[in-house]
Nanobody, 121 residues
Framework: QVQLVESGGGLVQAGGSLRLSCGASGSILRINTMGWYRQAPGKQRELVAAITRGSTTNYTDSVKGRFTISRDNAKNTVYLQMNSLKPEDTAVYYC???????????????WGQGTQVTVSS
């Protein structure tokens, strides 16, 4: 059974930084594109950043220049470095992978449980 587990959320003042981590477990052979999504209260979930297995990245406009996504394929882990945080970045952040290949088979659209990020003004 594949699991994605996020960590690193918390409360930070505006202008501060946080680093989110997401590790995948479960006899993993390969993970394709991984991404970070967020959902603020009363809003739809949105893609924040994504990274392919070859480390091609893309970001939503509101975080460009402030957030950096990276991954360690050997550790099956993806990171999100968040700098210059703003109150509008407050949300639950979710890790996701579009395809995880394990010894047991293919797992599509895998999601973590989410981690809260709160930015105070």
């Amino acid at each position: 059974q594949v699991q994605l587990v996020e960590s690193g959320g918390g409360l930070v003042q505006a202008g501060g930084s946080l680093r989110l981590s997401c590790g995948a477990s479960g006899s993993i052979l390969r993970i394709n594109t991984m991404g970070w999504y967020r959902q603020a209260p009363g809003k739809q979930r949105e893609l924040v950043a994504a990274i392919t297995r070859g480390s091609t990245t893309n970001y939503t406009d509101s975080v460009k220049g402030r957030f950096t996504i990276s991954r360690d394929n050997a550790k099956n882990t993806v990171y999100l470095q968040m700098n210059s945080l703003k109150p509008e970045d407050t949300a639950v952040y979710y890790c996701a992978a579009d395809l995880i290949v394990t010894r047991a088979g293919l797992n599509y659209d895998c999601w973590g449980q989410g981690t809260q990020v709160t930015v105070s003004s």
